[in-house]
């Protein structure tokens, strides 16, 4: 019987780790039914000479909740081999949610993932009420990806308490309802729940979001949900500090290890400059959790984003910053302009902290003034030795000048080479952490799998090629319980990466895009040498384009 599709000729990495080899890969129905010689003809054949055929990428974190409304082709991770993402992380989402809850679900992505009011208010559709209704829905869209979900604490706390869910822990009759949500998501196709710990993570009327006011009891039940069920697993962003793991932040690990006795992938372990030891000392502090599920999540790129004032995510986990958020612009200009908030934030730049106030790490990338464009490239610390201030003067004023329309470029997290290229060694963790959908108009890192292959494996040698498509292919894969994706073998789903070893790659920096809802801007990442991006045994990503095919599926645990 003829193939749908036959891959010839191409360096077959199976994403099992083992020894790449030379194979004709055979596709039927979606599913890979033949690899090795393939005499059979085929509809469709592609010529892999030179390329690597790996299992298609899958993105166990992001945050396409909302984009899938108006963008089905889930851009920009397939452009990078990424075949599955997962959505529903941090605790915060779209669903469930009735009418009144619309509003505090747009405010609290707003400020924890850095998505506009606006483009969201244009563009989301609504036609949903409760989670599996919101999972059918975005299936219903056909996504060019393969799409699989966490139901996200925060919006099913708000359905059952309201406004109440900011304020207070839930009573017994709310905890049980709130249960009984999570156990119809799980059986309709979510793959567990996810929560925040991160004080930074601020919502809806400026209030901790509501997965923050949960208490043990709640989470207990929560993860009971999960026991009961037998599957599933929990998102966590953990530590209160980028990748130092309190004591209490161990804890409350342990606690949801135990109480679920399923996975838990806890946010996050990037490198610091400024507590060089701090991700093996977590990593060490941990490590007698690992037998039960803890999987600490890496990322392989850089941390920079480019950020304005109106929208100041970057500085959250400063309490300073807290009286800037869902504000005017001339309310914001007044906070800026405040000497006492000033102060305050100086104070706080002295302790521990993502930033440090090294303002050689902040740059402005552009003025929105063509009298201030002078500025542009420089860093904040140059500026601040121009003028005879300091960086945190130097930062407000030009900001306040500009109307706070000035952009600038932040790196803070994973500068250090070494530091970043032990944690990809580092067994026992997860590659993730591309906020795919988040964060629109300061950063894009959904294009970590081909900077990884570029970078890491090509050019820095830090990392095996066939370890690095093992990384992104079966270890998510399994974290996620996804049974058919993430290995090239017979009978598997045909989800495929095609690309070429020699010239895969990205950016450090993003590029930036007016394509969102009303014309708003995004910043998104091209790929290098990534041919092909197959679903479902049809190609959605060719030669540097969407080609328009929209084959993906709700993935089921």
Request: some cysteine.
């Amino acid at each position: 019987m003829a193939f749908d599709l036959a891959i010839r000729g191409g360096l077959v990495i199976d994403g099992t780790g083992v020894p790449g080899r030379y194979a004709d890969v055979g596709i039927r129905a979606g599913r890979i039914v033949s690899i090795g010689k393939l005499e059979e003809s085929a509809s469709r054949v592609i010529d892999a000479s030179g390329l690597v055929v790996a299992p298609g990428f899958v993105d166990p974190h992001t945050h396409y909740d909302a984009q899938v409304c108006w963008d089905t082709s889930l851009s920009p991770s397939p452009w990078h081999g990424v075949t599955t993402v997962l959505m529903g992380n941090c605790g915060v989402g779209i669903a469930p949610t009735r009418s009144e809850g619309r509003i505090p679900a747009m405010q609290d992505l707003v400020n924890v993932e850095g998505m506009p009011y606006d483009v969201m208010n244009a563009g989301i559709t609504w036609d949903w009420e409760s989670f599996p209704e919101f999972m059918r829905a975005t299936a219903h869209r056909r996504p060019a990806a393969n799409v699989a979900f966490l139901a996200p604490l925060t919006p099913f706390r708000y359905f059952v308490m309201g406004e109440a869910a900011i304020e207070r822990a839930a009573t017994d009759d709310e905890r049980t309802r709130i249960s009984q949500l999570l156990t119809e998501a799980i059986e309709a196709g979510a793959l567990g729940f996810s929560t925040t710990q991160l004080p930074n993570h601020m919502g809806h009327r400026g209030r901790p979001i509501a997965c923050r006011q949960a208490d043990r009891a709640e989470l207990r039940d929560y993860a009971h949900v999960l026991r009961d069920a037998g599957r599933g697993f929990i998102e966590v962003a953990l530590t209160e500090q980028m990748s130092v793991l309190s004591d209490r932040n161990l804890e409350m690990l342990e606690f949801l290890l135990r109480e679920s006795a399923r996975p838990v992938t806890w946010l996050a372990l990037l490198y610091r400059d400024d507590i060089p030891n701090a991700c093996s000392a977590s990593l060490a502090k941990a490590a007698h959790l690992t037998a039960l599920g803890s999987v600490p999540q890496i990322c392989a790129r850089p941390l920079t984003r480019d950020m304005d004032l109106r929208t100041p995510h970057s500085f959250m986990s400063f309490k300073s910053w807290h009286r800037a958020l869902n504000l005017s612009v001339q309310e914001q200009k007044q906070v800026y302009a405040d000497p006492a908030f000033r102060n305050q934030f100086r104070q706080e730049l002295k302790g521990p902290a993502q930033f440090t106030g090294n303002w050689d790490l902040m740059a402005v990338a552009e003025t929105k003034s063509p009298r201030l464009e002078h500025f542009n490239g420089q860093t904040i610390a140059a500026i601040a030795r121009q003028q005879g201030k300091d960086g945190v003067d130097a930062l407000l004023d030009l900001a306040i000048d500009d109307n706070l329309q000035t952009e600038f470029a932040l790196a803070f997290l994973n500068t250090n080479q070494e530091g970043v290229a032990n944690l990809l060694r580092t067994p026992g963790t997860v590659l993730g952490l591309s906020d795919g959908g988040a964060h629109l108009g300061v950063l894009c890192d959904a294009g970590y799998p081909t900077y990884l292959l570029g970078h890491w494996v090509r050019e820095r040698k830090a990392i095996a090629l066939e370890h690095a498509v093992m990384r992104l292919t079966s270890e998510p894969a399994r974290l996620m319980g996804l049974r058919d994706r993430g290995v090239i073998a017979e009978g598997l789903a045909a989800d495929l990466a095609i690309f070429d070893p020699d010239t895969v790659g990205s950016d450090e920096r993003a590029q930036k895009r007016f394509d969102l809802p009303g014309g708003a801007k995004r910043f998104v990442m091209p790929s290098r040498g990534m041919h092909y991006t197959i679903v479902g045994g049809e190609s959605v990503f060719e030669s540097g384009e969407d080609t328009g095919a929209r084959p993906g599926m709700h993935l089921l645990g």
